[in-house]
Nanobody, 124 residues
């Protein structure tokens, strides 16, 4: 199995940037599709971004396209989410996720592995 540990969350003003990292344990990282999800207070969890296990295909929610970039470094067993031009509506707990199914990682349903989440707060 894989264990996921997020880092990089925090407080940032609107228009600023943050880079989230998700470190995965084990030697099977390259076998998993990786994704980021977020859940704002009082709202359902929503998909943010996903990256195919090969690193060749990325997919983003419309709300973050052009602002967020997902990437992975299989040598470091790490996936990143670069967040630019942050808005107050981006405030949420961000979760790293891993699954063997690309369909699952892009849809947020029945994903096998989750991190504990990291809080991102964007002030106005």
């Amino acid at each position: 199995q894989v264990q996921l540990v997020e880092s990089g969350g925090g407080l940032v003003q609107a228009g600023g940037s943050l880079r989230l990292s998700c470190a995965a344990s084990g030697r099977t990282f390259s076998n998993y599709h990786m994704g980021w999800f977020r859940q704002a207070s009082g709202k359902e969890r929503e998909f943010v971004a996903a990256i195919h296990k090969t690193g060749n295909i990325n997919y983003y929610a419309d709300s973050v396209k052009g602002r967020f970039t997902i990437s992975r470094d299989n040598a470091k067993n790490t996936v990143y989410l670069q967040m630019n031009s942050l808005k107050p509506e981006d405030t949420a707990v961000y979760y790293c996720a891993a699954d063997s199914s690309y369909r699952q990682i892009t849809g947020g349903n029945k994903i096998n592995y989750w991190g504990q989440g990291t809080q991102v707060t964007v002030s106005s």
